[in-house]
């Protein structure tokens, strides 16, 4: 591709590098310029102009995108038409965005001229919301930057993970001192957080704050045909063998996880009962903003494993804006 300033009248057929106005005439920023446009710019004073001339083998802006995108969107995805160099990707359901970092590093990687930006990974998403965009920077890129950008993705490195689990089922336990306000605020605030899922509590019991009547109520939701159970403890969870990990061990289930680099959310536990998964909630999932709990409960409902490794991996990014109104502030009375 050559950039660079021509004589007005030879510019037909060029590429305008900037949009250029005269009395009579004007030029678009991008497009081809139209031979009768030329002319008029050139008699009405304007005597050179920048403008781009494509080399053999040069792909245009729009092409190289919309080839591009097309290579990286994996299913669930969709490719818009693209425009001035960009095109972008779109979810065709609600659900989890997955997306493999190191097969966007690769890409951008290749050549300055082409770059790809994507949400984070996991970010739940609605149908239609976009995703990604591919832009080539400059009005065209040569084929063999192109042919490595494709090449350097061997594979779609995005996709989306629709939202499958329809079913849930809560446990609240009971104590002393805990307002029974407090128990169904709880569940509005969880069925809005699941309204976008398209999920929804199918069975909902109240328990003693003991590993019996715990293990018997998680026994019921699953058998009611919850997908997916979620316990909200009357106090929060302070060790594998508090009542909450002791209730699921009870009813036949296995714990896999508690605690999580993500605060608010250390105290979540994870776990499950043959194949219904199982979320010990920290206290802040009783609050509507953001925490630990969004991020598994989403995979869950997404129906992508959550491992040790998993979790692990949410420390980067994990310390989320303070929710004042749990039980636990990060800042003590001693303002440390």
Same mark, same amino acid.
């Given at each position: 591709?050559?950039?660079?300033?021509?004589?007005?009248?030879?510019s037909?057929?060029?590429?305008?590098a900037?949009t250029?106005?005269? @009395?009579?005439a004007s030029?678009?920023?991008?497009?081809?310029?139209?031979?009768?446009?030329?002319l008029?710019l050139a008699?009405?004073?304007?005597? @050179?102009?920048?403008?781009?001339r494509l080399?053999? !083998?040069?792909?245009?802006?729009? =092409?190289?995108?919309a080839?591009?995108a097309?290579?990286?969107?994996? =299913? !669930?995805?969709?490719a818009?038409?693209?425009?001035?160099?960009?095109?972008?990707?779109?979810a065709q359901?609600?659900?989890?965005?997955?997306?493999?970092?190191?097969?966007?590093d690769?890409?951008?990687?290749?050549?300055?001229?082409?770059?790809?930006?994507?949400?984070?990974?996991f970010?739940p998403?609605?149908?239609?919301e976009?995703?990604?965009?591919?832009?080539?920077?400059?009005?065209?890129?040569?084929?063999?930057?192109?042919?490595r =950008?494709l090449?350097?993705?061997?594979a779609?490195?995005?996709?989306?993970?629709?939202?499958?689990?329809?079913?849930?089922?809560?446990?609240s336990?009971?104590?002393?001192?805990l307002?029974?306000?407090?128990?169904?605020?709880?569940?509005r605030v969880l069925?809005?957080r699941?309204?976008?899922?398209?999920?929804?509590?199918?069975?909902?019991?109240?328990?003693?704050?003991?590993? !019996?009547a715990?293990?018997?109520?998680?026994?019921?939701a699953?058998?009611e045909?919850?997908?997916?159970?979620v316990?909200?403890?009357?106090s929060?969870i302070?060790?594998r063998?508090?009542?909450?990990?002791?209730?699921?061990?009870a009813?036949?289930g296995r714990?896999e996880?508690?605690g999580?680099?993500v605060?608010p959310?250390?105290?979540?536990l994870l776990?499950?009962? !043959?194949a219904v998964?199982?979320i010990?909630a920290?206290g802040?999932?009783?609050?509507?903003?953001?925490?630990?709990f969004?991020?598994v409960?989403?995979?869950?409902?997404?129906?992508l494993?959550?491992t040790?490794a998993?979790?692990v991996?949410?420390?980067?990014?994990?310390?989320?804006t303070e929710?004042?109104l749990?039980g636990?502030p990060?800042?003590?009375?001693?303002?440390?």
């Amino acid at each position: 591709m050559q950039f660079g300033p021509v004589a007005t009248r030879d510019s037909a057929g060029l590429i305008a590098a900037h949009t250029v106005r005269a @009395e009579g005439a004007s030029l678009k920023k991008g497009r081809p310029i139209p031979a009768e446009e030329a002319l008029r710019l050139a008699e009405s004073g304007i005597p @050179e102009i920048l403008a781009v001339r494509l080399d053999p !083998g040069d792909v245009g802006e729009d =092409a190289a995108a919309a080839r591009l995108a097309q290579h990286l969107a994996g =299913a !669930g995805l969709r490719a818009e038409a693209p425009f001035t160099g960009r095109c972008n990707l779109f979810a065709q359901a609600a659900g989890l965005f997955v997306v493999e970092p190191a097969g966007i590093d690769a890409v951008n990687a290749v050549d300055e001229a082409i770059t790809v930006a994507t949400l984070p990974a996991f970010r739940p998403v609605a149908a239609g919301e976009m995703v990604a965009t591919v832009k080539i920077i400059p009005y065209a890129v040569a084929a063999a930057p192109l042919e490595r =950008a494709l090449a350097a993705a061997d594979a779609p490195p995005m996709r989306l993970a629709p939202y499958r689990l329809e079913r849930i089922g809560v446990v609240s336990t009971l104590l002393p001192g805990l307002k029974p306000a407090t128990v169904t605020k709880t569940l509005r605030v969880l069925a809005d957080r699941l309204a976008p899922t398209g999920a929804r509590i199918v069975a909902e019991t109240r328990v003693r704050h003991e590993a !019996g009547a715990v293990a018997g109520a998680i026994a019921g939701a699953a058998a009611e045909g919850a997908e997916l159970v979620v316990v909200f403890g009357a106090s929060a969870i302070a060790d594998r063998r508090d009542v909450i990990p002791a209730g699921l061990e009870a009813a036949g289930g296995r714990v896999e996880q508690f605690g999580m680099p993500v605060d608010p959310g250390n105290l979540l536990l994870l776990g499950a009962l !043959g194949a219904v998964p199982v979320i010990g909630a920290p206290g802040c999932a009783r609050s509507p903003k953001e925490n630990g709990f969004d991020f598994v409960l989403h995979r869950l409902l997404a129906g992508l494993p959550v491992t040790r490794a998993d979790i692990v991996r949410l420390g980067v990014g994990g310390l989320l804006t303070e929710i004042p109104l749990r039980g636990q502030p990060r800042s003590g009375g001693d303002g440390v």
